[in-house]
């Protein structure tokens, strides 16, 4: 499945839908295909890709408001335009500055409580059939593996795997890896005692070496030097 696109603005415009121009009306929320994009750079309109990786995290926090599951057929609009306050355009220019996942599950959540047949089907075809490969991955991520091992343990050739990483995770597996090990890693710096060695296994790190120099590059700064400066902070 291709990736979702959410598009919001205050003044509205134009975009290319199947060859034709479709406007977009002022404070509306928009979710379509990846392939929509504002005709014109004069439009407001500002646009994110997500993919079901980033549906299964809103998962626990929408669940209670998906309607009832039904076995007629769904079919994926194009686009589909929910018309919007102001406060909601604000909040969502707000969360751009944030995480993608905060961006992504207030948006949602509010086009469920506009439209919630549309946007309830719509979640459930997204993570239709993914549940067992992202259990695979959630359970595994810390694991000292290589990608290929990955695949393996998965029973799937390795570009398959990789190309279904890519399509469920919008990255590849060896970048979203060890973007997972450090983000775990930088928790693990600023709220506990371990040593950086142990940090760096705990987190599917086969050496401290690596770990350091992974760590540097993403954060500017070794491991140690950045709980340094959280003790640091903290203190003052």
Known sequence: M????????????????????????????????????????????????FYPADFQQLYADVLELLGATHDTLFLREPIRTVKAQDEVITVLELLVKGTPVALLRFAYIYCLGVDRSYFSALFQQIMSGN???????????LNQWSVARYALEFNMPLYKFNLLFL???????????????????????????????????????????H????????????????????????SN
């Not at 549940?131 to 991520?141: G, K, R």
């Not at 770990?211 to 903290?234: D, G, M, V, W």
């Open 2 to 49: 291709q990736a979702v696109r959410l598009l919001f603005g205050r003044f509205g415009g134009k975009v290319q839908v199947d060859g034709k121009t479709q406007l977009i009306p002022p404070n509306s929320v928009v979710v379509a295909h990846s392939s929509i994009v504002p005709y014109s750079s004069s439009s407001d309109l500002q646009f994110f890709d």
């Open 131 to 141: 549940e067992s490969f992202f259990d695979f991955i959630e359970a595994n991520a």
């Open 167 to 209: 399509e469920k995770y919008g990255r590849s597996a060896k970048r979203w890896l060890l973007e997972r090990r450090l983000t775990h890693a930088r928790e693990l710096l600023m709220t506990t005692s371990m040593r950086v060695l142990d940090i760096a296994l705990e987190c599917g790190f086969s050496n401290h070496g």
């Open 211 to 234: 770990f350091n120099e992974s760590f540097r590059k993403r954060y500017l700064c070794n491991p140690t030097q950045f709980r340094l400066r959280i003790h640091a902070s903290h």
